[in-house]
């Protein structure tokens, strides 16, 4: 199946969402892939064959969410000044979510910003963080706090690359695709609710679905002025479980699911969702064992933790809640008691 979906033209420098199998890739320009040694290992001979460009170079950092940090920016940008990217070189980021952020990062501020192409590999990333331009690393005071927008040149998603998956990374790919059903499309949630996304057709449906819905939000708000923010459905609450973790129990996936059912939960204390709803909703979460529950040892710093959210002010945080199934609310003015005693119910597990 070939997708395009182009952004739409608000963008000034739109581009395609190719879903299909990986085309050839030809450029006349000094290229560098950047990946990690387990995505190089099952995946770079088959990107190789892919690819025919003037001048290569493979550049790797370290796996995994503990890396995201300003090392491994480093190692890129210290290659790309050793082997003399210019820019009018490219970067291709090649792995998850967590390759997607940097490599776009590295290029938004390398001779500040060269072009560079998204190959996502994980099912989270092909839903989600290839598309739409958010890029950066985390630092010690929080997830995602150092970063730019910057679009990539084009998009392509194959999903053959997710055959070597591990189950619970495809979990965290279907929390993020739960949260775009649920907070914009009743219909696409009413399908995953009986839908079984380890089929290949039903997937490739699944992640049609969810990058349209993505590219739909971010054309209509790029830099999150206002809409955008709806994709940060059970982040407010994710991003504190990743960092009190240490980002060491829980995938990032995971965590927006357990925010997820926490935002719900808030959801319900203040009219917007039913009990039933916020059920069927972790019905789909437990479908692919995503966890559920978060024993909160402290509410208060718990609380504390939001004001380092970025959709934060001096004195407000805004919750991202969804309005029943297929709707979403931002809302500012929630007060701290209501919200500490939602935290209180996940202080006992
Ligand atoms: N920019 C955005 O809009 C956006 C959106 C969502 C998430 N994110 C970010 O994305 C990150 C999470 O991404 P992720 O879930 O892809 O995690 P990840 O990048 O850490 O990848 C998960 C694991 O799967 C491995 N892997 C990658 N492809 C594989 C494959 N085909 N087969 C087997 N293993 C493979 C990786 O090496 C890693 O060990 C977080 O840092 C999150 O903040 C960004
Ligand atoms: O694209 C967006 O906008 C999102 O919020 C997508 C999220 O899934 C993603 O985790 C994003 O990186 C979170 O953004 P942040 O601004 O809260 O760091
Ligand atoms: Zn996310």
């Known amino acids: 199946m070939q997708v395009n979906i182009p952004l739409k033209q608000v963008i000034d420098n739109s581009y395609s969402i190719t879903i299909d199998q990986l085309p050839q890739i030809e450029l006349d320009t000094k290229v560098a892939i950047v990946t990690n040694p387990k995505v190089a290992g099952l995946h770079l001979s088959y990107l190789l064959s892919k690819i025919s460009v003037k001048e290569l170079y493979i550049i790797t950092v370290p796996d995994g969410e503990e890396y995201k940090n300003q090392a491994s920016i480093d190692t890129i940008l210290e290659s790309l000044f050793n082997h003399r990217f210019n820019r009018k070189s490219m970067l291709i980021a090649f ?3 967590v390759i997607g ?3 776009g990062y590295a290029a938004s501020i390398y001779q500040r910003g060269i072009d560079f192409i998204q190959i996502p590999t994980t099912l989270l990333s092909q839903v989600d963080a290839s598309v739409g331009g958010k890029t950066g690393m985390n630092n010690k005071y929080g997830k995602n706090l150092v970063g730019a927008f910057h679009q990539p040149k084009a998009v392509y998603i194959d999903p053959h690359f997710l055959t070597t998956l591990p189950s619970r990374e495809f ?5 993020e695709i739960v949260k775009m059903a649920v907070t914009f499309n009743k219909e696409f949630f009413e399908y995953l609710e009986t839908a079984d996304l380890k089929d290949p057709k039903v997937l490739q449906e699944a992640i049609k679905q969810a990058v349209e819905t993505k590219a739909s939000v971010v054309a209509q708000d790029e830099k999150e002025r206002g809409l955008r923010a709806a994709l940060n ?6 991003h504190v479980i990743e960092n009190e973790t240490q980002y060491k129990t829980y995938l990032h996936g995971e965590a927006v699911a357990i925010g997820i059912i926490m935002a719900n939960q808030l959801a319900i204390k ?4 039913s009990e039933d709803e916020a059920l069927r909703v972790e019905n789909v979460f437990k479908k692919y064992n995503l966890p559920t529950n978060y024993a909160i040892s402290n509410t208060e710093t718990f609380y504390e933790t939001f004001f380092l959210d970025k959709k934060s002010s001096d004195a407000n945080i805004t919750f991202i809640l969804a309005d029943g199934i297929g709707g979403v609310k931002m809302l500012d003015d929630i007060a701290k008691e209501t919200v500490v005693s939602v935290l209180a119910q996940f202080g006992a597990c």
């Open 95 to 97: 792995g998850g979510g």
């Open 233 to 238: 459905y059970g982040h407010t609450f994710g």
């Open 270 to 273: 203040l009219g917007l969702m």
């Open 101 to 103: 952020d940097m490599v």
């Open 171 to 175: 979990g965290a790919g279907v929390a």
